[in-house]
T-cell receptor
């Protein structure tokens, strides 16, 4: 079984300040973890992924995430928010060690608001 | 450019009518998926297909049907049996259904039942 919890449904920051979006997961196998971003009425775009290589993962648009097995966390960060970062963000887990279809489980989403 | 095309982008339907959402990909991906998105509920898997002429039910398949006659196409039919069909529907594909490569998503189709 696997699950993912995004700890904040809404996060609000000022432009130029750091962003932290929190994600905890549980998985019976060695997980693969992803962060996706969705702008209004659009599809989801992959920001970054962790697949058992380096624990600090760098993605697009200056985002990065750190896989911490001891804390079962995969928080998304960015040093300086930009207005264009305003969107909804999804944390996703899949059991890479599964025997068949690698089912993806999506978090509930975190809406990021960026103020001027 | 390679990608996933969903159509129509917006669709209105009367109660009791079936409607089919189109999903086409030119990424040469084996696996394709349909998700439903409702506010505050993340994405929920409706159906997925790992290979042509084969598909599996996801978590919320009731009231939906799919076909996979061609590798590049995976249409979703929302039937009159679906009790609450108003939602945003997302089609996705991946190179392999088992590999952790991640999904590529289409732009979505918003269905409203009047």
């Amino acid at each position: 079984a696997q699950s993912v919890t995004q700890l904040d449904s809404h996060v609000s920051v000022s432009e130029g300040t750091p962003v932290l979006l929190r994600c905890n997961y549980s998985s019976s196998y060695s997980p693969s973890l992803f962060w996706y971003v969705q702008h209004p009425n659009k599809g989801l775009q992959l920001l970054l992924k962790y697949t058992s290589a380096a624990t600090l993962v760098k993605g697009i648009n200056g985002f990065e995430a750190e896989f911490k097995k001891s804390e079962t966390s995969f928080h998304l960060t960015k040093p300086s928010a930009h207005m264009s970062d305003a969107a909804e963000y999804f944390c996703v887990v899949t059991n890479a060690g599964g025997t068949s279809y690698g089912k993806l489980t999506f978090g509930q989403g975190t809406i990021l608001t960026v103020h001027p | 450019d390679g990608g996933i095309t969903q159509s129509p982008k917006y669709l209105f339907r009367k109660e009791g009518q079936n409607v089919t959402l189109s999903c086409e990909q030119n990424l040469n991906h084996d696996a394709m998926y349909w998700y439903r998105q409702d506010p505050g509920q993340g994405l929920r898997l409706i159906y997925y297909s790992q290979i042509v002429n084969d598909f599996q039910k996801g978590d919320i398949a009731e009231g939906y049907s799919v076909s996979r006659e061609k590798k590049e196409s995976f249409p979703l039919t929302v039937t009159s049996a679906q009790k609450n069909p108003t939602a945003f529907y997302l089609c996705a594909s991946s190179l392999s259904p088992r590999g952790p490569a991640g999904l590529f998503f289409g732009e979505g189709s918003r269905l409203t039942v009047l």
